[in-house]
């Protein structure tokens, strides 16, 4: 193996991985640094009651239709699928559960005096919310995260009642904690082309309707992008080495087991980069195949988001994944198969999932009912901090949360880095 190329590219995550493609498309040559034994990162598979299934990510968002085209690059258009459109429901702080509100983005209400709005969070906060329609569209215009938006434009009892639970569920962080312009990109503008946060919301919405649902995933499971993503990096003569943990990182070095490997460096394993034992924000995923016929009906829709402090229940969502994927109700065979998210999971997980699972849904689901149970962890890095001389940066921490983010700002990155090459 040769200790030097173009780019060395440190972290075999998604956003690694779609990197180094681009770049030795580019007619470059990369070196791929993985810690792990594995590529992918939080793309993983993971076998439970005999079909393999996402261990980490089970969709992704279609703005901008980045993922959808890195899918159809790798021969997996074909198997792009959209899901159940029945949608998912909210567990509140009082332990009610609702339908969440139809015409919402990220939890945030179109229509905040809606009845489905105000059976959540009353009438008075629903009158708060509609103020946001009588203010200029400048107030809060400064709002760098999600959470200082919507508190300063619709009020507490919209963010804490609505977008928290979405955010908490979907991106395993705090609505304050997300970056307003990478979890809603475009959402800043509407508001000053539509004159207030609901008439954007509605504005974006009625985009999203006219072209498809908000989300995708991959029939069979969206761990197949990282299979495809390897095989091209194989065929293409990337030179991927597991096991590597990157050390002292540079712009034209790094070193693995004292040995410097040279060439442009990307860093993508951002934890690597600090000086402190901090890795982020631990994910804890259970995943259970129930037998359980009183489920066919889909109680719950695709799934549960949960509201901070819910009665009787630690996780902070459920997905019925058979619910919401055909084709995973179709591989399943009449089994139920649930996906429940935890920040803070302990040896007790099986049995804790199966009681959240039933309190959730509202259906029973006794001990023989479960016929299998895996457990999946991963963390969620922490926001940016700045790379030591300035190395460049792709992954969750620097794109924010999700494959649309993750692989737009890769393949972003890989068109500067050539032309800077070209230059």
Do not use: C
């Not at 979890?183 to 974006?204: F, K, M, N, T, Y």
């Not at 194989?234 to 990157?246: E, Q, T």
């Not at 402090?309 to 996780?315: I, M, T």
Request: hydrophobic share 45%; proline share 4%.
């Amino acid at each position: 193996m040769a200790d030097s190329a173009d780019f060395v590219i440190v972290g075999g995550g998604i956003g690694g991985l779609v990197l180094a493609r681009r770049l030795v498309l580019g007619g470059a040559s990369v070196i791929v640094l993985e810690a792990s034994g594995s590529l992918g990162g939080t793309v993983a598979r993971q076998r439970v009651g005999g079909i393999e299934v996402d261990a980490g990510a089970e969709s992704f968002a279609t703005r901008g239709g980045t993922v959808a085209a890195l899918a159809k690059s790798l021969q997996l258009g074909d198997d792009i699928v959209e899901p159940n459109p029945a949608g998912a429901w909210l567990q509140t702080a009082a332990g009610s559960a609702f339908r969440l509100p139809a015409n919402s983005l990220l939890g945030i209400p179109g229509s905040p005096l809606a009845q489905d709005v105000v059976a959540i969070i009353g009438g008075r906060a629903g009158t708060r919310a509609f103020f946001d329609t009588l203010i200029p569209s400048f107030y809060g215009a400064k709002a760098t995260t999600l959470g200082e938006l919507v508190r300063k434009r619709m009020g507490r009892p919209v963010l804490d009642q609505l977008v928290r639970p979405i955010s908490r569920g979907v991106h395993s962080a705090d609505a304050d904690e997300l970056l307003l312009d990478q979890v809603a990109p475009g959402l800043r503008q509407a508001i000053v082309r539509e004159g207030s946060l609901a008439r954007a919301v509605l504005a974006l919405r009625e985009t999203t309707a006219r072209a498809g649902s908000a989300v995708a995933g991959i029939r069979g499971g969206v761990f197949r992008l990282v299979d495809a993503l390897q095989s091209d990096l194989s065929r293409f003569g990337v030179d991927v080495r597991l096991d590597s943990a990157g050390h002292d990182l540079r712009l034209d070095r790094v070193s693995v087991r004292g040995t410097a490997i040279t060439g442009r460096v990307v860093a993508a394993a951002p934890g690597l980069l600090r000086d402190t034992d901090d890795r982020g924000t631990r994910v804890t995923l259970a995943t259970l195949v129930v037998d359980q016929p009183l489920l066919d009906a889909a109680p719950r829709g695709t799934g549960v988001l949960v509201a901070e402090g819910a009665p009787g229940v630690r996780a902070r969502a459920l997905t019925h994944s058979t619910a919401k994927w055909a084709w995973l109700a179709e591989a399943a065979g009449g089994r139920h198969i649930l996906r429940l998210s935890y920040d803070d999971a302990g040896d007790d997980l099986a049995d804790v999932a199966r009681a959240d699972a039933a309190a959730l849904l509202g259906v029973p689901i006794p001990a023989a009912a479960v016929e299998d149970f895996a457990r999946a962890e991963w963390y969620r890095p922490n926001r940016y901090t700045p790379t030591p001389d300035d190395v460049p940066l792709v992954g969750e921490s620097i794109a924010g949360t999700g494959l649309a983010s993750v692989v737009a700002r890769s393949e972003a990155l890989a068109g500067t880095l050539l032309g800077d090459a070209d230059g």
